[in-house]
């Protein structure tokens, strides 16, 4: 009995999973059952590529949007704006606000974000805010983790909303099937977002605040700068979209530029295409942090890296030696 | 023959390796050799490991300076006054100039270099610039390697200079033993490199262009800041060294400041330590590296990838399954 199965034998004698469970009820449409695996997999608690593996089948269904741009630009007015339009389209909708750099600048998101719970009492909306730096495998694999469980859980649109321009925001605009990047006339930091080389993640570019002095100024700017991008054969030509977010102008044109660049995606094959790209660059990343973790286990249980330090010190090896014999274990030369 | 000693085999149809022959001529103190292997190393040249196991052995004997500070603060002209005041003494000098951003702002900064010209007569005096960004294995890891060629060499003091403040300027400056952190009064940056981290990593803080208005705020301000870091019980408190480096003002003291915080080093063995803590963290980082590297390579020959993928696209898996199946193969769950 003890040995004939070790793998059941060490599952047995572990408290049961929930996770089916929970996965089961998900599928339900059970929200509390969708916010805890959320949880789970956000914090890579134990059972969390059992939540994956269990919601793959579910997923694959719904349209992700992300939302980026610089702080101020009114992204929460505008996917407020956004929701709204599409419940009224009896579309389901999940919304997932990151925030990398919550620490600082936690009190005015807070505000922005109130907004949101005015669709607290609707089950067509899910809101979830994720923050925190330094998680274990990254801000983005978290996010694209927590994505996939929305996305189990059948909403049709998810957005993704981020703030600002930084690498871990245009990782995260990566696992968007469409990305929407909001700006703002009088900013004086349209230079530096396109310097940031944000423009070439848009496929729609949204000018809000559009009452704003400047806003021509700002689309022409944004127009002759895509020009000089480079531009494959057919490529998809991100459209410039004027929004007043907090009056709902707009909107309506957005989500037909959304609707727009999806259906582009699926005409060409393109969905599947990208989709594909940006799991291999998620699967190789996940491979490497898995190596990685291997790797710190190994050297903490057999105490080589010691000997290997010992011998740097005296100088009886060098770096990129040592480095292959921990991979390895120590080679005849 | 063809299969009894495959290794000597395959290193007999290739042509002899130059690298032993200019570790000797380096180890004669031959500065093309050691230029020479300089590169080898910067860049990964074929030989480059065996070029480090090669010199390892000579290496262990210079002090190493990281200089760092934000562009303006006269890091240049000050590292220009340090070389002068070492050579005095009679101490040979490695310089690395780095510069993570060279591509940005390369003319001023060849302008502040081309003053170390001066001293390319002196045989004491070996200068090496290092650019460009995204290189293999990363610029820290490349700078490591030069200045253990340096060390090699027989340089008594080896001075890193970085520009700026960001996170590879971070790493540069863990490389060294001794950490100055230059900064100007009147730049109006002081909270802003504070608020980076870097005062963290000081070693002797110094006030250049001390002669302008300000340089007590200055003083002052780091001095408070510097009371809000956390210390441990009897650590090194960081003195504050006001300079006029184009009038070679306060270089002795700097140099004093220096040579006590080496001494601090030596006496409580952290010398060792602190350089057996940096070695662990670029041993692993070289360790995973070498992993990510076999990986894509195993990816590229079996094509196990493009399968996972379809996986992936089809919901059959999930992404941290597929992960683990990358690194192990697929296992019976």
Redesign the interface.
């Known amino acids: 009995m003890p040995s004939a199965s070790a793998g059941s034998a060490s599952a047995s004698s572990a408290p049961p999973s929930p996770v089916p469970a929970l996965v089961e009820r998900l599928s339900r449409g059970d929200r509390a059952a969708a916010s805890r695996l959320m949880t789970v997999v956000e914090n890579r608690q134990v059972g969390?590529?059992e939540a994956?593996?269990l919601?793959?089948?579910?997923?694959?269904r719904a349209h992700v949007l992300g939302v980026t741009g610089p702080p101020g630009a009114g992204k929460s007015t505008l996917v407020s704006a956004l929701i709204k339009h599409y419940r009224g389209e009896g579309k389901t909708v999940g919304v997932i606000a990151v925030d990398p750099t919550s620490a600082i600048s936690g009190g005015a998101l807070l505000g922005d974000r109130i907004r949101m719970l005015s669709f607290y009492q609707d089950p067509g909306v899910f809101v979830r805010s994720m923050a925190s730096r330094g998680r274990l495998g990254g801000l983005a694999a978290a996010t694209?983790?927590v994505v996939?469980i929305m996305d189990a859980f059948g909403r049709d649109v998810i957005i993704i909303e981020t703030v600002g321009v930084g690498q871990d925001e245009i990782s995260i605009a990566g696992l968007a099937d469409t990305t929407l990047l909001v700006e703002v006339p009088g900013m004086g930091d349209d230079v530096q977002a396109l310097k940031a080389g944000v423009l070439e993640i848009a496929d729609v570019l949204v000018i809000n605040k559009a009452d704003r002095e400047g806003a021509d100024r700002l689309a022409n700017h944004i127009k002759t700068t895509m020009r000089l991008l480079p531009q494959a054969e057919e490529a998809w030509s991100p459209p410039i979209v004027k929004t007043v977010a907090h009056e709902a102008q707009g909107i309506a044109e957005l989500a037909a530029a959304v609707e727009k660049h999806r259906a582009y995606l699926q005409e060409r094959g393109r969905l599947?295409t990208d989709?594909?790209e940006r799991?291999?660059a998620?699967?190789?990343e996940?491979?490497?942090?898995?190596?990685?973790r291997?790797?710190?286990q190994d050297?903490e249980q057999n105490g080589k890296?010691d000997g290997?330090?010992d011998d740097?010190?005296a100088?009886?090896?060098?770096?990129?030696?040592?480095?292959?014999a921990?991979?390895d274990g120590p080679r005849p030369e």
Request: zero cysteines; aromatic letters at 2%.
């Open positions: 969390y590529r994956l593996r919601t793959a089948p579910l997923t694959g694209a983790d996939r599947q989709r594909r799991l291999r998620e699967v190789l996940r491979a490497r942090d898995l190596m990685l291997r790797l710190m050297i890296l290997v330090l740097l010190l100088h009886r090896t060098d770096p990129a030696t040592a480095a292959h921990l991979v």
